[in-house]
């Protein structure tokens, strides 16, 4: 069945390097949303893209959709305590099914 | 109401024993989703209800359990004859519409059920 790919399923780096997660779907999607999860939290929306090769920035966070819309990826730069959780994505593919298809997440630590 | 409610908090239960969680969407979002989440992994998926379109039942994982949704707003998740592997937090989330462009879900705080 369709899946996401979500990938790599943990990090773990120094305060200050970056950070990039990637997810690779196996069929087209329509939109794909990124949600963040602090430890013992619930998932908090981060933003949505739609556009082919659509590329948005949120203070140090930038997301890109991928020019075929079937991958996208979530950068930090500069990370910091606070960016430590767990990141999702979850596409929706065109048609009459439009659920959420989530990845399974890559776990952010950060060494102070 | 401000964001997504759900209660209890936590619920602690015998197995063989049936349990009711609640979710109180946001007022005016039509769309409501249920998702249950094992620690350290993904989100499942569940259920969603739409406006007053048929649910998708389609996640539920057996038919012990079941779902409503009462004029449009609150949700009931029940489980019956609760098992250990239904341990688990329990996530509901709306949105203003279900597919729509632009309307990211909106999460509860969860339930976190054990069963003893």
């Known amino acids: 069945g369709q899946q996401v790919m979500q990938i790599p399923q943990y990090q773990h780096v120094q305060e200050g390097e970056d950070f990039t997660t990637y997810c690779n779907s196996s069929t087209t999607l329509s939109n794909i949303q990124w949600y963040k999860q602090r430890p013992g939290g619930h998932p908090v929306f981060l933003i949505q893209?739609?556009?082919s090769g659509e590329v948005k920035k949120q203070k140090r966070l930038t997301f890109q959709f991928g020019e075929a819309k079937k991958n996208s990826s979530l950068h930090i730069t500069a990370t910091q305590t606070t960016d430590v959780g767990t990141y999702f994505c979850a596409g929706m593919k065109a048609g009459n099914n439009r659920k959420l298809i989530w990845g399974l997440g890559t776990s952010l630590a950060v060494n102070p | 109401g401000a964001g997504v409610s759900q209660s209890p908090s936590n619920k602690v239960t015998e197995k063989g024993k049936d349990v009711e969680l609640r979710c109180d969407p946001i007022?005016?979002?039509?769309?409501l989703y249920w998702y249950r989440q094992s620690l350290g992994q993904g989100l499942e998926f569940l259920i969603y209800?739409?406006?007053?379109?048929?649910?998708?039942k389609s996640g539920l994982p057996s038919d012990r359990f079941s779902a409503e949704r009462t004029g449009g707003s609150v949700s009931t998740l029940t489980i019956q004859r609760t098992q250990q592997e239904d341990s688990a937090v329990y996530l509901c989330?709306?949105?203003?519409?279900?597919?729509?462009f632009g309307y990211g879900y909106t999460f509860g705080s969860g339930t976190r059920l054990t069963v003893v």
């Open positions: 007022s005016g979002h039509t769309a």
């Open positions: 893209l739609v556009k």
């Open positions: 209800f739409q406006g007053n379109s048929a649910p998708d």
């Open positions: 989330a709306s949105s203003l519409a279900h597919g729509v």
